[in-house]
């Protein structure tokens, strides 16, 4: 039977899909109900009507599952942010956990995947290392200060507090946004383009406790910014880095053509283990430094790595986990297509004096191609979403590594591409989902495959 839009119907919640929503069946017809908690029981509305599913938002919450918590965030009902704050953290990880085996089994094609328990953060709240926030005009023409309601990107609410960055950067916030008003610095307005402030780039070293703010502005002339950033830098002790980007396009995001210094150093500090890494306005960084610690060196027990070991890390990034390794291989050659980045990952190689990293600007697919017969013992992949393209795959097989080690940020695609490496010539030993960011539906996990012997 499948329900018209606008009809209301009673469902009972029996599942999660991967996206956060809640699932329900009517007879085999699929429901997918926004903000629905496994064991609830929701009379809801039909947003949308599909050829074999449909979408709906609860009208009413009839018998709550056990499982339902009350949110810490008093915004929960409207951002767009961490979603699943209303379900107990365990449930959240076991769903994960379970997205990814469900993932492997009917796209990976693996009867029984090797999925260990997932390895959940100590840390659930205020974890993250970097949160953008947005400058917006109210209704009333006051400057609003905050993040985006869910669903409606260009609406912004009044932050009064979130529980993802740190207490500090809470205040930080706050301050901002007041002082900005009495500084008579305007928030910029997307429809017509005028005004100042843009976006508050909030960023932190959580095993350094350093800060750095970017505020970002439309272009023009704003002297009053400079004494902004030394009121900040007076009030917050932890604030080592203010800078100032403008971005003096349409486009509504927190990067620019310009950046300067308005106090202290360009870049802060993170650590990770033995390694340090240097991190600018701009750089690309994991936003969870406890969980991707704690990710790197589960690579570094999959991989089991020898010091004889030749190592290719692709999608490299800024060389945070070639820099991890370096240490425990021969040699590391990391790729990555985006200039910007491997210039970071220079720095970090000198920061960490790592003498054995060699970092090369290319499309991986390219390079790969025309280094198809070189020899690497150990080949390490972080690609994005998306997953490897099918040339990256091609090549993998005809290198032939001994030891691979896949870490992805989405289970479907990770599982396509096991597919495709198990097809030729290798075996899943162990696949490890890693809970990077509590609260979402988003799910990290780290993947062990191995050459076959002929």
């Known amino acids: 039977m499948r329900p018209r ?13 991967f996206g956060g929503n809640g699932v329900a069946k009517i007879e085999n017809f699929v429901v997918f109900v926004e903000s629905a908690v496994p064991g609830d029981t929701v009379e809801v509305q039909i947003q949308k009507s599909r050829g074999n599913y449909a979408e709906a938002k609860i009208t009413r919450l009839i018998t709550p599952s056990e499982h339902r918590i009350a949110p810490a965030c008093e915004h929960f009902d409207y951002c767009g942010g961490c979603k699943w704050q209303h379900l107990e953290y365990a449930i959240q990880k076991k769903y994960k956990e379970d997205q990814v085996r469900q993932a492997l089994i009917h796209i990976g094609g693996i009867k029984e995947p090797p999925v260990e328990p997932i390895i959940g953060a100590h840390k659930i709240y205020y974890y993250r290392n970097k949160m953008e926030f947005s400058f917006h005009v109210g209704e ?3 400057t609003l200060l905050g993040l985006h309601v869910a669903g409606r ?21 706050r301050f901002v946004r007041i002082r900005s008003v009495e500084l008579g610095l305007p928030p910029y307005h997307i429809i017509d383009h005028t005004g100042c402030l843009r976006f508050l780039v909030i960023r932190e070293g959580k095993f350094t406790g350093q800060m750095l703010v970017n505020i970002v502005t439309g272009k023009g002339d ?11 830098g007076a009030k917050f002790n932890s604030v080592v880095s203010i800078s100032h980007t403008v971005n003096p396009e349409k486009a509504n995001i927190a990067r620019g053509e310009k950046e300067t210094v308005l106090y202290g150093s360009d870049h802060i500090y993170e650590q990770l283990g033995e390694h340090r890494y240097r991190i600018s306005a701009n750089s690309f960084f994991q936003t969870n430094s406890y969980q991707v610690q704690r990710l790197y060196d589960l690579a570094v027990e999959l991989a089991q790595p020898e010091k004889l070991d030749r190592m290719l890390d692709l999608y490299t990034g800024t060389g945070t986990i070639a820099i991890y390794f370096s240490n425990l291989v021969s040699e590391v050659v990391g790729v990555e297509s985006v200039p910007a980045a491997i210039a970071d990952a220079e720095a970090n190689l000198e920061l960490n004096q790592a003498t054995n990293c060699r970092f090369v600007v290319a499309d991986v697919a390219d390079y790969l191609k025309q280094r198809a017969s070189e020899k690497f013992d150990l080949v390490l992949l972080d690609p994005p979403r998306a997953g490897c ?37 290798y075996s899943l030993d162990r696949a490890v989902p890693v809970d990077l960011f509590p609260h979402t539906f988003h799910i990290e996990a780290a993947c062990r495959l191995t050459l076959r012997e002929e």
């Open 5 to 17: 839009k606008g009809e209301i119907v009673t469902l009972n919640i029996t599942d999660l899909a």
């Open 140 to 142: 009333g023409g006051e």
């Open 153 to 173: 990107f260009q609406d912004i609410f009044q932050l009064n507090w979130c529980h993802l960055e740190s207490e500090v950067s809470n205040e930080i916030v």
């Open 222 to 232: 704003f002297p009053e910014l400079k004494t902004l950033a030394q009121e900040i």
């Open 389 to 425: 393209h099918p040339d990256v795959i091609k090549s993998l097989l005809l290198i032939r590594a001994k030891k691979l080690v896949y870490i992805s940020c989405n289970p479907a695609t990770l599982a396509r591409d096991v597919k495709e490496l198990i097809g030729g010539g």
